[in-house]
């Protein structure tokens, strides 16, 4: 009998443990000292919301699925049909290739075909790593076809502290931020001086919802979700090609309602292939790759 999830690649390291599997190489769990860190799928059930999902060969949105490159029109299937969105690219849903298993290692592949709405090959590969300073996650891609391709790529981790977002506190080095349509679909970057959407020094997140786009992240910037009164956290911390960190306060969803928070590390804002902001243009064999750590504490201890 085939797992719904695929195969589960567990990991681990000092207080340290992970669990990856190989439908859509899936970061299905992460914690430090046996506390979750992220909230993900049930073990082996199909994976719900994105949780953990590797976005490619686009993150988040192309607006009716249609975009222009090298003079030439694309149509994507529309698979946000309510919102007229392709969403969150085409490696979800496929069972990715296990390259390398070791007890702190999974590195999983998938060559994504030429296809109508996207008519470059793509090798993407994933590679999860546990250490000291927690899981580094990198993700690579090569064009191996003789064109030009547009590509964006990034994480859908839903960060969680054990408690409801609203007593949270954020800390966010991002300075800008984009007004959000109700398709889920960017306005242009506006400076988050001023705005409710300042996290620049911590502060709770209330009642804010969040499904926005934060921008000009530096290389080196970390974001972190903090319970003030244990002292439990997580944070991403970028490493470079990553600008861009998209937070979503899950109120819309069923088993979320501001107990997680997705902090999505991304190379460009929703609809990239539509804006040109930020969109990455992979040439002919010449390799991409960005990479980010999840890490956090466990809470009271102080650890």
Known sequence: MRAAAGLPLPLSHGPYAAE???????????TRDGVDLVAGTPAGEICQS????????????????????GGRQHELALTEPARRNALHGLAHWVDWTVVEHTADRALLRHELVAQLGYPWPLDLEA??????????????ATNVGAEPA???T???????????????????PAGTWCPMSDRGLPSAPQPVEGTPYDFREPRPLGDLVLDHPFGGVADGATATL????????VSVTVHGG???????TSDPLPWGQREALALEPTTAPPDAFG????LVVLEPGVPHEVSFTIHGTSGVTGS
């Open 242 to 248: 990553l600008p861009w960190l998209h937070l979503f």
């Open 50 to 69: 994105f949780r953990g999902a590797v976005m490619a060969p686009w993150a988040n949105r192309v607006a009716d699925g249609t975009y222009e490159f």
């Open 127 to 140: 590679d999860y790593r546990l250490g000291d300073d927690g899981l580094t996650v990198t993700l690579r």
């Open 154 to 172: 990034g994480l859908h981790p839903y960060l969680t502290v054990g408690r409801r977002l609203d007593d949270c506190v954020l800390t966010l």
């Open 226 to 233: 903090t319970d003030p009164d244990t002292g439990r956290s």
């Open 275 to 278: 804006s040109g902001i930020d």
């Open 150 to 152: 547009p590509y964006s």
């Open 20 to 30: 990856v599997v190989t439908v859509g190489a899936n970061l299905r769990a992460l």
